[in-house]
C-alpha cells in the first residue's frame, strides 16, 4: 500500500513539473533561447519518465473495450506524443546552445515551422490531456451546489479569457503553418507572460473537463448525472467570451 502511495505521489509531482516546464517553454521572450533548449531538454527527460511510469497503458491499447471516453483519451494521448515528438526532433535540430551537434539533422526552414507548429499542438493537447484527467483527480471534492454554480461561472469566464488571449496572440496562425515566425512581446512582465499562458493551457483543460463531463451525464449507467446540456453550454458561453474579447468593439 506505501508502495503504491509513493508511486502516485511521485506520478503527481512529475505531472505538476511538467505542467511547469510545459509554460516556461512557452515563455520564450522570458527565458531566452539558451535557456528555453535546456528547458526543452529537462521537459524531454520528464516526459520519457511519465511514460515510464504510465507503461501500463500501452500494454492495455488493445485489450478491453472501447467507450467514448477511452476513445477520446486515446486520440488525445496519442497526438500529444506524436507533437511532442515532432517539437523535440525539430527543435534539436535548430539548436545553438544544448545540443549543438545535433543541427542540421533536419533542413531549418522545415524545422523551425514545424518546431513552432507543433510546441502550440502540444500546448493545445496537453491542455485537453490535463482536462480529460482532472474529473477523476477531483471526485473526492464534493462542494455546496452554491459553490458548484459559483465555481462553474469562474472557470468559465477563466477558461474564455483564455481563449480570448489565445486568439489574440495570433497562435491560430501558428498551429496550422500561416505563419512561419513568432511574435513575442519582449516589453511584458515575465509574471504576466505565466499568466496568459496558464488562462490559455486553462482553457483546452476547461474543455477537455466538460467533455468528461458530457460523456458521463449522457451515460445512463453513472450516478449523480446532471443536465447534458450544462457542460456544452459552459464551453458555448467560454467560446462566446473569447470571441466578445478579440472582436474590435467601437
Not at 84 to 91: H, R
Not at 218 to 246: D, E, F, H, Q, Y
Request: some cysteine.
Amino acid at each position: 500500500m506505501l508502495a503504491a502511495i509513493t508511486k502516485n505521489t511521485f506520478k503527481r509531482i512529475v505531472d505538476v513539473l511538467m505542467t511547469v516546464l510545459l509554460l516556461c517553454l512557452m515563455a520564450y521572450q522570458v527565458t531566452g533561447e539558451a535557456l528555453h533548449e535546456w528547458i526543452g531538454i529537462g521537459m524531454t527527460v520528464v516526459l520519457i519518465v511519465h511514460h515510464i511510469l504510465n507503461i501500463r497503458w500501452y500494454s492495455a491499447l488493445l485489450k478491453g473495450k472501447y467507450n467514448a471516453y477511452r476513445i477520446l483519451t486515446t486520440a488525445v494521448n496519442t497526438l500529444l506524443l506524436a507533437a511532442i515528438a515532432l517539437t523535440a526532433v525539430c527543435g534539436m535540430s535548430i539548436s545553438g546552445h544544448a545540443v549543438r551537434f545535433l543541427y542540421g539533422i533536419l533542413p531549418a526552414s522545415f524545422a523551425r515551422r514545424f518546431h513552432l507548429a507543433m510546441s502550440y499542438w502540444s500546448f493545445l493537447l496537453m491542455g485537453l490531456h490535463l482536462g480529460l484527467h482532472l474529473p477523476a483527480m477531483t471526485a473526492k471534492v464534493r462542494p455546496s451546489k452554491t459553490v458548484k454554480i459559483l465555481l462553474t461561472c469562474g472557470f468559465t469566464a477563466i477558461a474564455g479569457a483564455g481563449l480570448g488571449l489565445f486568439l489574440q496572440a495570433g497562435i491560430p496562425r501558428y498551429i496550422f503553418f500561416r505563419t512561419p515566425f513568432a511574435f513575442f512581446d519582449y516589453s511584458k512582465p515575465g509574471v504576466l507572460v505565466f499568466l496568459e499562458n496558464l488562462a490559455q493551457l486553462f482553457f483546452f483543460a476547461f474543455v477537455g473537463a466538460n467533455a468528461v463531463r458530457l460523456i458521463n451525464n449522457v451515460n445512463p449507467k453513472k450516478t449523480g448525472r446532471t443536465s447534458p446540456w450544462i457542460p456544452i453550454l459552459c464551453v458555448v458561453l467560454a467560446i462566446l467570451i473569447g470571441a466578445a474579447m478579440t472582436r474590435p468593439w467601437i
